[in-house]
């Protein structure tokens, strides 16, 4: 790696942060529709071209199949579905496992969250029978309940969600060579998926996967439809974020300890950086943004951009105390930058004055929140507890 990591406050510097209202040749939108009409695509174009690549296509065909449902799932309190997601086009095809709890006894549409997961369905769940992820998929097999304190689906339900989940490598096998197994197929000849072609990402592939599963969740009428919210943790949170900026679908998203490439900026000189993640990680990036490692502040953009395009949608930024490798600051920082295209539609975001907030006391803000949570990088029961009272408190205020 040609470029240290830092971890000093200290030396993190102190690089004036690009606006996301200015035009790249002069000029700044002032207004909520300006903003969409002519800034918003713009950005995106330039994370798509740089960063993340662009999404896959729509396939021809999508199918759900109902593989099984249980009614007394989670002692008696869910209804669990298992869901296969067949896509077909140009004569080829790929599937998509799909693990969903909703409430047993839901008399009006609930909301829903939906989010991949790292180690496979039948990692995720406490229940034994939950259908595995091929292990072919898997980076790493887990065995059952291996990764379950991450999805605390009963207690989700008990809150009136909904929880929908896949895991990443049914859309891409998350390792070099991941790309020829991976959704890209359906569009793709074999040797435009080599691990040196790097126009199809796999936080472009995972992205559609969100994508897919919000598309499930509103195939069914006890689902509402205007509450699906996104969420994410680490490579996965930074899918979220760019699930989100491209599907307005999507209601909110959490970013969980996203970091380098998701919440947090890339000016700062703290923790991961774009030479080390593209190095370690190429397969989740366009070619291009190598040649950004130690060129940041050339970038057309920081990770404040990409928040600001989820606007005005709630967005929740969370870090943890232990996790400097994704910079916690400079996630708190892009979330209060963020906020500038917020206020274009009349709401605060994090506030102007807002200060990095000591651990374990959220700031919720209005439409932008954010908090430090103590302990390591992982998604607790705390975390989820933070979630559920911004998703409250954002739900309230918009209605
Ligand atoms: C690595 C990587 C991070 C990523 C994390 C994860 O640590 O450097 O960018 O967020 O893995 O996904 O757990």
């Not at 900026?245 to 970091?259: E, I, K």
Request: net charge negative; with cysteine; proline share 8%.
């Amino acid at each position: 790696m040609a470029f240290p990591i830092n971890t000093e406050e200290a030396k993190a510097g102190q690089l004036p942060l690009p606006s996301p209202l200015d035009r790249p040749r002069g000029g700044r939108v002032g207004s909520a529709v300006e903003w969409n009409n002519i800034r918003r695509p713009e950005i995106l174009d330039d994370f798509t071209r740089l960063m993340y690549g662009a999404l896959p296509p729509r396939p021809e065909s999508v199918r759900f199949e109902l593989r099984r449902e249980l009614s007394g799932a989670l002692g008696g309190i869910a209804k669990r579905r298992e869901v296969r997601i067949h896509l077909a086009n140009d004569g080829k095809t790929h599937f998509v496992d799909v693990l969903w709890y909703l409430p047993l006894h839901a008399e009006k549409p609930v909301p829903a969250i939906a989010g991949l997961n790292f180690p496979g369905n039948h990692a995720v769940s406490t229940e034994p029978d939950v259908y595995p992820t091929e292990t072919s998929r898997l980076t790493q097999p887990a065995e059952r309940g291996a990764g379950a304190s991450r999805w605390p689906f009963s207690e989700l339900i008990r809150n009136g969600f909904s929880v929908i989940t896949a895991n990443r490598g049914d859309l891409f096998p998350d390792r070099a060579d991941g790309r020829a197994e991976s959704v890209w197929k359906l569009f793709r000849t074999p040797e435009e998926l080599t691990p040196e072609q790097r126009d199809c990402t796999a936080i472009s592939a995972w992205a559609f996967g969100c994508i897919l599963l919000l598309e499930l969740l509103e195939s069914e009428p006890l689902i509402d439809r205007k509450r699906i919210w996104l969420h994410g943790h680490s490579r996965l949170g930074k899918t979220a974020l760019w699930a989100a900026a491209n599907d307005p679908r999507f209601a909110g998203v959490v970013s969980n300890d996203s970091g380098c490439c998701g919440a947090a900026l890339s000016r700062r000189n703290f923790g991961e950086h774009i030479s080390y993640i593209t190095e370690t990680f190429p397969w989740w990036f366009r070619k291009v943004l190598d040649s950004y490692a130690g060129r940041e502040a050339e970038l057309p953009f920081d990770q404040h951009f990409l928040i600001s395009l989820i606007a005005p949608r709630p967005v929740l930024v969370a870090s943890a105390t232990e996790d400097l490798w994704a910079d916690p600051r400079g996630e708190f920082l892009a979330a209060k930058a963020a906020g500038e295209v917020y206020r274009l539609f009349g709401a605060a975001g994090l506030g102007e004055e807002a200060e990095f907030p000591p651990p374990d006391r959220p700031l919720y803000g209005d439409g932008v929140g954010y908090y430090l949570r103590t302990g390591k990088h992982d998604v607790t029961l705390a975390d989820w507890q933070f979630v559920l009272q911004f998703i409250e408190k954002s739900t309230n205020c918009s209605n």
